[in-house]
């Protein structure tokens, strides 16, 4: 998620982790990082650019890739866990946020964190919202409330709700709101066991010559949402680069299920072509 943040208050997040400036980094002696239970997130502070580290040689890698990524000059290593993943969306009122969305997270396998976002009617997440309600009532003291709104990156494990990242941004991503449209669009309806799942329109680096396959998926039945933002001559950078990615394009699907909406996703990912003429990393 690419968040910009107006502030980011590192002390609140809950897993281990080291920060370390372009200066340390240069210094830091990685072997001194322990592998005994990978993986390691490795991120810049504003979040444009999170990879996994499950060897060192991965480490080595992914610390440099981030330093040139990094945009005030600070790396994140976290400790990688196991659990249900949230994106908790919280807006300002008065001095506080205040809980107003909550959609389930899963990340793509592979080398570098690249989310979808998905919200089903089937799941039991009213306990997980109270949860997710009081944490950010405890969190409001802790976070000046600067900007319009609050989203946490939450990971629930069998015994505690973790923080793993905070981003405090003045306006959501389009995407986000667009997930919100459509889930709210289907409560309203009044439809039972329904998935909204949104997944990023991913393509090789390179200069755009030509965009395909757009209006087939737009009339496709339960495709709610495409939205291309790019177009033939501009230039898409490596999907580990997030603010690339955000302006690259999302597509909304809704099933009866997860599989179903995920299926419908992933078949409107090949109908959509981008080619690309080159490969930029």
């Known amino acids: ?27 830091f002696d990685i072997s001194k ?10 991120r810049t502070l504003n979040n444009s650019f999170c990879g996994v580290a499950t060897e060192i040689h991965d480490l080595s890698l992914l610390l440099k890739k981030a330093s040139l990524k990094s945009q005030d000059d600070y790396i994140l290593i976290q400790k990688g866990i196991k659990g249900k993943i949230f994106y908790a969306i919280g807006k300002r009122y008065r001095q506080k946020y205040i809980l107003t969305d909550v959609f389930n997270v899963k990340f793509l396998p592979g080398f570098y964190r690249v989310p979808y ?16 309600s009081q944490l950010f009532n405890s969190i409001s003291e802790y976070v000046s409330p600067k900007s319009k709104w609050l989203i946490l990156e ?23 709101v667009e997930l919100q449209k459509v889930k709210q669009k289907i409560m309203k309806s009044g439809e039972k066991k329904y998935t909204v799942f949104l997944t990023w329109l991913l393509s090789a680096g ?15 039945k339960d495709v ?44 409107m990912m090949k109908t959509i072509q981008i080619k690309t003429n080159n490969l930029i990393l």
């Open 1 to 27: 998620m690419n968040s910009n943040p107006v502030e980011t208050p590192i002390k609140l997040i809950t897993l281990p982790y080291i920060i370390l400036n372009k200066d340390e980094l240069n210094n």
């Open 33 to 42: 990082i322990p592998f005994n239970n990978p993986p390691l997130w490795i």
């Open 117 to 132: 976002q998905y919200w089903s009617t089937s799941l039991p997440i009213q306990k997980e919202n109270k949860s997710i």
């Open 154 to 176: 939450l990971i629930e494990t069998l015994t505690k709700l973790h923080i793993a990242y905070i981003s405090a941004i003045d306006e959501l991503d389009i995407s986000l």
């Open 206 to 220: 390179g200069k755009i010559e030509d965009i395909s396959g757009v209006d087939i998926a737009t009339k496709t």
């Open 224 to 267: 709610e949402k495409v939205r291309i933002i790019l177009k033939p001559g501009d230039v898409i950078k490596h999907i580990s680069d997030i603010p690339s990615r955000d302006k690259t394009g999302f597509i909304i699907t809704k099933g009866k299920s997860f599989s179903q909406a995920y299926s419908l996703a992933k078949r």
